[in-house]
């Protein structure tokens, strides 16, 4: 069972930034995909960035590329995600999750399938006005 503590969450006006945070124990892998998934009010959820443990594969949804940048600290099984210019159609839920992978490149079914096993608890991210 994985263990996470999320961060960085909050109120934006629109163009503005945030970086969250996301540190995970418990791993038993050298290889595993963590990323980042949204869920707006009514939706389901999206996978938004991810990023491979080992060689550090990303993936980035359509919505995001660009403006978002994630990024690892392997040392301290941290992962964060930078977003800047944010929309008030970013506006969300973001919950950090993470499972085990069979190579690196598989990171970015995980983040499309929104498969992942392991979830977070969320961090509320508001772009308005």
């Known amino acids: 069972q994985l263990q996470f503590v999320e961060s960085g969450g909050g109120l934006v006006q629109p163009g503005g930034s945030l970086r969250l945070s996301c540190t995970v124990s418990?791993?038993?892998?050298?290889?595993?995909?963590i990323g980042w998934f949204r869920q707006a009010p009514g939706k389901g959820h999206e996978g938004v960035s991810c990023?491979?443990?080992?060689?550090?594969?990303?993936y980035y949804s359509d919505s995001v590329k660009g403006r978002f940048t994630i990024s690892r600290d392997n040392a301290k099984n941290t992962v964060y995600l930078q977003m800047n210019s944010l929309k008030p159609e970013d506006t969300a839920v973001y919950y950090c999750?993470?499972?085990?992978?069979?190579?690196?490149?598989?990171?970015?079914?995980?983040?499309?399938?929104?498969?992942?096993?392991?979830w977070g608890q969320g961090t509320q991210v508001t772009v308005s006005s």
């Open positions: 990023i491979s443990s080992s060689e550090g594969t990303t």
């Open positions: 999750a993470a499972d085990r992978i069979p190579y690196s490149v598989a990171v970015q079914a995980m983040c499309i399938m929104t498969n992942a096993r392991y």
């Open positions: 418990g791993f038993t892998s050298d290889n595993y995909g």
